[in-house]
């Protein structure tokens, strides 16, 4: 019984060293691909191809009179490096809209990205980058 229960808790022990690995190297990868497009990025023009705006309701915010909510866009864009069409989505959130990004954004609209010329599939929409 004691030996099934130590390995039992080994096995959860392994998952959760797993899965913290795995979330510190997305982390890590995330922040040098961000990195990466900010430094060598190229800024071209994207073309809207659909938009999706969702609401989230902030618990806790407020009076209590009425609930507050954040607002996520989703964008997806298309773009040409050399001959090839790539699509990509992103999600912005309403406080990216105040640092730089337009606020009107419609489904055919031009759009500045960045994407990384090693790898052109890489691309974030371009909000200055300070």
């Known amino acids: 019984m ?14 959760l060293i797993i899965t913290v ?22 800024i071209m023009s994207a073309e809207i191809i659909e938009i999706t705006v969702n609401n989230e309701k902030i618990e806790g915010s407020g009076l209590g009179l009425q609930p507050n909510y954040n607002k996520y866009i989703k964008v997806k ?14 999600e912005i959130k309403t406080r990216d809209l105040l640092n730089g990004l337009q606020l009107s954004l419609n489904k055919g609209d031009s759009i500045l990205i960045k994407y990384l010329p090693s790898r052109p599939k890489t691309s974030d929409l371009y909000i200055n980058d300070k």
């Open 2 to 15: 004691k030996d099934r229960n130590y390995k039992s808790r080994r096995i959860i022990l392994t998952v």
């Open 77 to 90: 864009y298309k773009y040409r490096v050399d001959t090839k069409d790539y699509i990509s989505i992103q």
């Open 21 to 42: 690995i795995s979330a510190i190297g997305l982390y890590i990868n995330n922040t040098l691909t961000s990195s990466n497009l900010k430094k060598n990025g190229i």
